[in-house]
């Protein structure tokens, strides 16, 4: 089945440093969303990137879909104690997987103050 | 509105034992799902559904059944559980038929298999 690979696991920064998460993916996605679960909680939609190149941002964050559609990217700027929590991947084939949401490992983000 | 919601929260069963784990959801939505969450492996599909009457497998299904009577609800059973299926259960919902919108989480079930 389909495969999405999130790096890195794990993530420790200090207040105010940048952080970034990776998802790569062998086939070509119809889609991927990003979503973040704070300790305790459960996965919070954050974005969806549809279009090839595509570049959205919602204040620090910055997401980007690849030009092959089989990798994207969320980059956190200046981050703060709020931003603690695991950010997910999530990716969509398409086709005759159109049912079918395949989850990143995720990656734990700490921040120290 | 309620949005998702899961119940219960939390859950011990003996193995061997069988149990429903609920889901309802009050948006209307079409698309149904369930997964499973283990440290260090994200969340794994385990069946979902695209409308009334419509189920499918997804990831991780062995061990699992579910049903779709209604739009609203979509329960999740555990045959006979065991120690393998401890976990943290999540239902979500989202428009459409297909995974391509915005999911909406429950808060999840918190299952203890000894």
């Known amino acids: 089945g389909q495969q999405v690979m999130q790096i890195p696991q794990y993530q420790h920064v200090q207040e105010g440093e940048d952080f970034t998460t990776y998802c790569n993916s062998s086939?070509?996605?119809?889609?991927i969303q990003w979503y973040k679960q704070r300790p305790g909680g459960h996965p919070v939609f954050l974005i969806q990137l549809v279009k090839s190149g595509e570049v959205k941002k919602q204040k620090r964050l910055t997401f980007q879909f690849g030009e092959a559609k089989k990798n994207s990217s969320l980059h956190i700027t200046a981050t703060q104690t709020t931003d603690v929590g695991t950010y997910f991947c999530a990716a969509n084939a398409g086709g005759t997987s159109y049912g079918k949401l395949t989850f990143g490992q995720g990656t734990i983000l700490t921040v120290h103050p | 509105n309620a949005g998702v919601t899961q119940t219960p929260k939390f859950q011990v069963l003996k193995t061997g034992q069988s149990m429903t784990l609920q889901c309802a959801q009050d948006?209307?939505?079409?698309?149904m799902s369930w997964y499973r969450q283990d440290p260090g492996m994200g969340l794994r599909l385990i069946h979902y559904?695209?409308?009334?009457?419509?189920?499918d497998q997804g990831e991780v299904p062995n061990g699992y059944n579910v049903s779709r009577s209604t739009t609203e609800d979509f329960p999740l059973r555990l045959l006979s559980a065991a120690p393998s299926q401890t976990s943290v259960y999540f239902c979500?919902?989202?428009?459409?038929?297909?995974?391509?919108?915005?999911?909406?989480f429950g808060d999840g079930t918190r299952l203890s298999i000894l």
């Open positions: 948006m209307n939505h079409e698309y």
């Open positions: 979500a919902s989202s428009m459409g038929m297909e995974a391509n919108q915005p999911q909406h």
């Open positions: 559904s695209v409308g009334a009457g419509i189920t």
């Open positions: 086939t070509t996605l119809s889609n």
